[in-house]
Antibody, heavy 123, light 115 residues
Framework: QMQLQESGPGLVKPSETLSLTCAVSGVSIISSSSHYWGWIRQPPGKGLEWVASIFYTGNTKYNPSLKSRATMFEDTSKKRFSLRLSSVTAADTAVYYC??????????????WGQGTLVTVSS | QPVLTQPPSFSASPGESARLTCTLPSDINVGTYNIYWYQQKPGSPPRFLLY?????????GSGVPSRFSGSKDASANTGTLLISGLQSEDEADYYCMLWLTNAWVFGGGTKVTVL
């Protein structure tokens, strides 16, 4: 059974870079051309926001609101993927979820979620 | 990023029905997209409930009761999640979502309280 597990520092200082990793177990990241992998975040007490996603080809997409601060990439072992978010501010404080979506040409359902990891931006 | 609009809160008594709306921006036609619905309880990741495109193209999440259903109103450009026979366990936040070709867009969520 596929599982996703986020890891990373729980506290990041303003202006520094947030780095998170999602460990994937039970399936390879390149196992299917119908899978997207991504990051969704949720500020405390607020709603969900898409951050970034990556296709099995390595093609990445980012939320334009992040103004090019985000970088998502796969680990060469194909067993995990990562997110880096530069120049963080308090507004980046959130629970970060890694996800897997099952996609076709017209739909893309987020089927699996990690448990989420809280990242706080504070000095 | 377009914004999907959801009422922030809804409350009803057990056994009543809840109709939660998700309004799309005017430049996005609800008839063109699947509307996905997620339920989130405190401290847990969202859980997929269902998607709705049309009466002939819809799907329920694994283990999701049939009292959860979806619909669309083209005239209002909205998607709707209907919860029939509210139960105390339905108290949660509910989010609608669209896939806009390489980007996921979420509504702000509706907090459902079962009185």
């Amino acid at each position: 059974q596929m599982q996703l597990q986020e890891s990373g520092p729980g506290l990041v200082k303003p202006s520094e870079t947030l780095s998170l990793t999602c460990a994937v177990s039970g399936v390879s990241i390149i196992s299917s051309s119908s899978h997207y992998w991504g990051w969704i975040r949720q500020p405390p007490g607020k709603g969900l926001e898409w951050v970034a996603s990556i296709f099995y080809t390595g093609n990445t997409k980012y939320n334009p609101s992040l103004k090019s601060r985000a970088t998502m990439f796969e680990d060469t072992s194909k067993k995990r993927f990562s997110l880096r978010l530069s120049s963080v501010t308090a507004a980046d404080t959130a629970v970060y979820y890694c996800v897997r979506a099952d996609c076709t040409s017209s739909s893309c359902l987020i089927s699996y979620w990690g448990q989420g990891t809280l990242v706080t931006v504070s000095s | 990023q377009p914004v999907l609009t959801q009422p922030p809160s809804f409350s009803a008594s057990p056994g009543e029905s809840a109709r939660l709306t998700c309004t799309l921006p005017s430049d996005i036609n609800v008839g063109t997209y699947n509307i996905y619905w997620y339920q989130q309880k405190p401290g847990s990741p969202p859980r997929f409930l269902l998607y709705y495109y049309s009466d002939s193209d819809k799907g329920q999440g694994s283990g999701v009761p049939s009292r959860f259903s979806g619909s669309k109103d083209a005239s209002a450009n909205t998607g709707t999640l209907l919860i029939s026979g509210l139960q105390s366990e339905d108290e949660a936040d509910y989010y609608c979502m669209l896939w806009l070709t390489n980007a996921w867009v979420f509504g702000g969520g509706t907090k459902v309280t079962v009185l």
